[in-house]
């Protein structure tokens, strides 16, 4: 995927400060970009790409020629999907606030 966005004449890599993360993997690989970019959640889109294990090579180029056409063509289907939040007020007073894609985990 990186070597073609780089070959495109209308994409560029920016690790630091991305318009889209594109994800490949599974929900585990979406969850660790969403972390990585937590701070800059507000104004970055992600795409999950889910590659399975059944067929991956078979449609993995198609795929990604598809992406980039879209992504080179300001195409991408953007829906937000709504953060929960939780916020946890600690023995001491202290209040925290947690913020999840779907889902928050609550363990002593």
Known sequence: MREAIEASSVLQIDDENPDIVIAIGGDETLMSAFHKYFDQIDHIGFV???????GF??????????????LSQDKIPM??????QA??????G?????????EITFSK
């Open 57 to 70: 090579y078979t449609w993995h180029e198609l795929i990604i020629e598809e992406i980039i056409e879209t």
């Open 87 to 92: 916020t946890v007020t600690l023995k001491n």
């Open 79 to 84: 829906t937000a999907d709504p953060l929960v």
């Open 48 to 54: 999950g790409i889910h590659t399975g294990h059944l």
């Open 94 to 102: 202290e209040e925290t606030v947690l913020t999840g894609l779907n």
